[in-house]
């Protein structure tokens, strides 16, 4: 019987059987060690680099175990790629019988029910989406699936959706009058047949909080997990650990109640008269709020006379309406399931209406003036809240155009993960492109509980050396500077002439890529000027693949998860150091909190976060073997401060320069530039 690595090698079935395969070390090593802890269990946490070939390395030991092995990535993108594509070509190329099954989360589905619901509201009439329905329904009548991403012609952020699928909130279970069709249950029991299920980190927190009802008996059965993309890993764990309350479950509250009265027939003229009022409450809180896209310690602003009543407005409003369900509830399980749901809501807003006590308040500051702390930004501490509904959690809030969300944020989720982990006895896989800073993969273990574990890490089998350059432009002034920005581009304006367009320009914030964007539209350029916001991120990729020298403004959305290849990405350039933002709310506490525990907040906390996260950018320049490429790094404070060292320790190995002819001179040498230039 071959050995993983002999699967893998140049002689094995892979290279006979898939286009393109090139066998590579590491991606040999990396399965080896996967194969291992699949037999002997434990758990592994791996870093393997771009291009190291990660989903090989861990489908070919997977379909070979003969195990029952869930598999999880960061999205629903990398779902489909390994259902539709990856896993078929390896079971076939393996001749293995591994049955596999993909698992979304129920809002990927269509929901029978509320299909039937919307028809009697006659949505297929109603001007702003009545196309859209119209298209749903056709689609209902023949999908096997209800997966909705078969859908074509209706976007992903259609109002529509909402209307026809389901949520965890507003499932009637088993009380669905459709519930033996119903598409989400039928996905359910083809993952429980089968050896191997694809699902993505949501719907795994989903399944070990039991926030998806009905799902706790698939990871039970599971002998092994792979966790892919692992580093996104602990920011989705404190969100699924904790609590929140919004705008938008509220709203549907209500909409859902109308919708379960119409349905269940009888008299409630009280009902839209309540229902109104609720809405009226939310869009007062949103008021009071402030400004969209504000992210900030519910501390900030509980004291406030005007939130304080915004709050207890909306307390009293949805009170009203519960108890309007609760005298209903039994004429119809519709009504008794948004009766149940107004209760867990109001439960949760009375968490954001309690005055917590004032020790309980953070104090203190990360500022640059401390001996022990070379932290980038002064960082104010005052307004942290480390109590609200219980301790070692941080209630905060976040408000876009028309909404917000309450959030009530464990500090530290390693115990309560590590208790999920201990409830499935089961072989562990962690691994990402970027997991370690340097060889240490402390922050990342920390974080999760994870106490004991084999750690391996492989470097990315790209060729940097021959194939990028990093550019450190001279005279840039410090981030905070206000001409930071106007400055970043006067500077790379002379590299997207030499490149030709053909660059992503990836920003820490929304405002600075707005500035951007005013300033290269003024400014000229010959290429295509991609902005993020002006369409939804697939369509700005799939221009920029299709244009080949367009130039692509984008902040965290396109730091990871974009995978463009060839010459239409030559450019990579970051504006500066990826930071978390001073002021946010979650970051403040658990810097505090580490601090009060005597750790030192920059070193283990802001600092890891940044590493990792520039690291994901930089992956987005050399993405194949004949790929070629600059990043541009526009922060001075990489050669002026002691940390610039660990970030450039951590970049892959490529020649660096300051003086701009060298990168004139990269990009010359580029065949497709010399094409160009032939050509003009």
Same mark, same amino acid.
């Given at each position: 019987?071959?050995?993983?690595?002999?699967?893998?090698?140049?002689?094995?079935?892979?290279?006979?059987?898939?286009?393109?395969?090139?066998?590579?070390?590491?991606?040999?090593?990396?399965?080896?060690?996967?194969?291992?802890?699949?037999?002997?269990?434990?758990?592994?946490?791996?870093?393997?680099?771009?291009?190291?070939?990660?989903?090989?390395?861990?489908?070919?030991?997977?379909?070979?175990?003969?195990?029952?092995?869930?598999?999880?990535?960061?999205?629903?993108?990398?779902?489909?790629?390994?259902?539709?594509?990856?896993?078929?070509?390896?079971?076939?190329?393996?001749?293995?019988?591994?049955?596999?099954?993909?698992?979304?989360?129920?809002?990927?589905?269509?929901?029978?029910?509320?299909?039937?619901?919307?028809?009697?509201?006659?949505?297929?009439?109603?001007?702003?989406?009545?196309?859209?329905?119209?298209?749903?329904?056709?689609?209902?009548?023949?999908?096997?699936?209800?997966?909705?991403?078969?859908?074509?012609?209706?976007?992903?952020?259609?109002?529509?959706?909402?209307?026809?699928?389901?949520?965890?909130?507003?499932?009637?279970?088993?009380?669905?009058?459709?519930?033996?069709?119903?598409?989400?249950?039928?996905?359910?029991?083809?993952?429980?047949?089968?050896?191997?299920?694809?699902?993505?980190?949501?719907?795994?927190?989903?399944?070990?909080?039991?926030?998806?009802?009905?799902?706790?008996?698939?990871?039970?059965?599971?002998?092994?997990?792979?966790?892919?993309?692992?580093?996104?890993?602990?920011?989705?764990?404190?969100?699924?650990?904790?609590?929140?309350?919004?705008?938008?479950?509220?709203?549907?509250?209500?909409?859902?109640?109308?919708?379960?009265?119409?349905?269940?027939?009888?008299?409630?003229?009280?009902?839209? @008269?309540?229902?109104?009022? %609720?809405?009226? !409450? +939310?869009?007062?809180?949103? &008021?009071? /709020?402030?400004?969209?896209?504000? *992210? $900030?310690?519910?501390?900030?602003?509980?004291?406030?006379?005007?939130?304080?009543?915004?709050?207890?407005?909306?307390?009293?409003?949805? @009170?009203?309406?519960?108890? %309007?369900?609760? !005298? +209903?509830?039994?004429?119809? &399980?519709? /009504?008794?399931?948004?009766?149940? *749901? $107004?209760?867990?809501?109001g439960e949760r807003l009375a968490g954001f209406a309690a005055s917590p006590d004032a020790e309980a308040r953070g104090e203190g500051s990360c500022d640059n003036d401390s001996p022990?702390?070379?932290?980038?930004?002064?960082?104010? /501490?005052?307004?942290?809240?480390?109590?609200?509904?219980?301790?070692?959690?941080?209630?905060?809030?976040?408000?876009?155009?028309?909404?917000?969300?309450?959030?009530?944020?464990?500090?530290?989720?390693?115990?309560?993960?590590?208790?999920?982990?201990?409830?499935?006895?089961?072989?562990?896989?962690?691994?990402?492109?970027?997991?370690?800073?340097?060889?240490?993969?402390?922050?990342?273990?920390?974080?999760?509980?994870?106490a004991e574990a084999e750690t391996a890490q492989w470097d990315s089998p790209f060729d940097y050396a021959r194939h990028?350059?990093?550019?450190?432009?001279?005279?840039?002034?410090?981030?905070?500077?206000?001409?930071?920005?106007?400055?970043?581009?006067?500077?790379?304006?002379?590299?997207?002439?030499?490149?030709?367009?053909?660059?992503?320009?990836?920003?820490?914030?929304?405002?600075?890529?707005?500035?951007?964007?005013?300033?290269?539209?003024?400014?000229?350029?010959?290429?295509?000027?991609?902005?993020?916001?002006?369409?939804?991120?697939?369509?700005?990729?799939?221009?920029?693949?299709?244009?080949?020298?367009?130039?692509?403004?984008?902040?965290?959305?396109?730091?990871?998860?974009?995978?463009?290849?060839?010459?239409?990405?030559?450019?990579?350039?970051?504006?500066?150091?990826?930071?978390?933002?001073?002021?946010?709310?979650?970051?403040?506490?658990?810097?505090?909190?580490?601090?009060?525990?005597?750790?030192?907040?920059?070193?283990?906390?802001?600092?890891?976060?940044?590493?990792?996260?520039?690291?994901?950018?930089?992956?987005?320049?050399?993405?194949?073997?004949?790929?070629?490429?600059?990043?541009?790094?526009?922060?001075?404070?990489?050669?002026?401060?002691?940390?610039?060292?660990?970030?450039?320790?951590?970049?892959?190995?490529?020649?660096?320069?300051?003086?701009?002819?060298?990168?004139?001179?990269?990009?010359?040498?580029?065949?497709?530039?010399?094409?160009?230039?032939?050509?003009?």
């Amino acid at each position: 019987m071959l050995s993983v690595a002999e699967l893998l090698g140049d002689a094995g079935p892979l290279a006979r059987h898939l286009p393109g395969f090139a066998p590579r070390a590491q991606q040999q090593a990396l399965a080896g060690r996967i194969a291992a802890v699949l037999e002997t269990g434990g758990v592994l946490v791996s870093e393997a680099g771009t291009g190291t070939g990660k989903t090989l390395a861990y489908l070919v030991p997977v379909l070979r175990s003969g195990r029952r092995v869930i598999i999880s990535t960061a999205t629903k993108t990398l779902q489909d790629q390994l259902y539709r594509r990856d896993i078929p070509l390896v079971r076939k190329a393996l001749g293995a019988t591994a049955r596999f099954a993909l698992l979304k989360g129920r809002a990927n589905y269509l929901c029978r029910y509320r299909l039937a619901l919307a028809a009697q509201a006659g949505y297929d009439r109603v001007p702003q989406y009545g196309r859209d329905y119209r298209r749903v329904r056709t689609w209902a009548a023949r999908t096997e699936s209800g997966d909705i991403e078969e859908v074509q012609g209706v976007p992903a952020d259609s109002p529509v959706w909402p209307q026809v699928t389901s949520t965890a909130d507003n499932c009637l279970g088993q009380d669905c009058p459709e519930f033996s069709a119903c598409h989400v249950m039928k996905a359910r029991r083809a993952a429980q047949e089968s050896d191997v299920v694809v699902i993505n980190h949501h719907l795994l927190f989903s399944d070990m909080m039991l926030k998806e009802g009905g799902f706790g008996e698939l990871l039970p059965g599971a002998e092994a997990f792979i966790i892919d993309e692992a580093h996104q890993l602990p920011e989705i764990a404190a969100r699924f650990f904790g609590h929140a309350v919004s705008a938008h479950q509220l709203l549907e509250l209500g909409r859902d109640a109308l919708k379960a009265a119409h349905e269940a027939g009888g008299d409630m003229p009280e009902l839209p @008269a309540r229902v109104r009022a %609720l809405e009226q !409450a +939310v869009t007062a809180l949103r &008021k009071r /709020l402030g400004e969209a896209g504000r *992210r $900030a310690p519910w501390a900030a602003v509980r004291e406030a006379a005007a939130v304080k009543a915004g709050v207890e407005g909306l307390r009293a409003r949805l @009170a009203a309406l519960t108890e %309007l369900l609760a !005298a +209903v509830a039994e004429r119809d &399980k519709g /009504l008794e399931h948004c009766h149940q *749901r $107004a209760l867990s809501l109001g439960e949760r807003l009375a968490g954001f209406a309690a005055s917590p006590d004032a020790e309980a308040r953070g104090e203190g500051s990360c500022d640059n003036d401390s001996p022990h702390d070379d932290s980038p930004d002064a960082v104010s /501490l005052d307004d942290v809240s480390l109590g609200g509904p219980s301790a070692g959690r941080v209630t905060w809030f976040e408000t876009s155009r028309r909404g917000f969300v309450l959030h009530d944020t464990p500090l530290d989720i390693a115990e309560t993960f590590q208790a999920a982990m201990a409830r499935y006895r089961s072989a562990w896989v962690f691994t990402s492109a970027t997991l370690a800073v340097g060889r240490c993969f402390g922050h990342f273990t920390r974080r999760l509980g994870i106490a004991e574990a084999e750690t391996a890490q492989w470097d990315s089998p790209f060729d940097y050396a021959r194939h990028a350059l990093l550019y450190l432009p001279p005279g840039l002034p410090e981030p905070n500077d206000p001409d930071h920005t106007a400055t970043v581009v006067r500077t790379v304006l002379p590299v997207l002439r030499a490149s030709g367009g053909r660059a992503f320009l990836l920003f820490t914030s929304h405002r600075a890529l707005r500035e951007a964007a005013a300033l290269l539209g003024e400014a000229g350029l010959p290429y295509p000027l991609l902005v993020q916001g002006e369409a939804p991120r697939s369509e700005l990729l799939a221009q920029f693949r299709a244009l080949g020298n367009a130039v692509l403004l984008g902040t965290s959305s396109f730091w990871e998860g974009v995978d463009v290849r060839g010459a239409a990405l030559s450019c990579v350039i970051v504006d500066r150091l990826p930071f978390a933002p001073p002021d946010d709310p979650v970051f403040r506490a658990r810097a505090e909190a580490l601090r009060r525990a005597g750790g030192n907040p920059f070193r283990e906390c802001q600092l890891p976060h940044a590493v990792i996260t520039l690291k994901q950018g930089v992956g987005r320049l050399i993405r194949d073997v004949d790929d070629r490429g600059v990043l541009v790094l526009c922060d001075p404070r990489l050669l002026s401060r002691p940390y610039g060292r660990t970030f450039l320790a951590n970049l892959p190995p490529m020649p660096r320069s300051r003086d701009l002819a060298d990168v004139e001179a990269f990009f010359a040498a580029l065949p497709e530039r010399r094409a160009g230039a032939a050509g003009a």
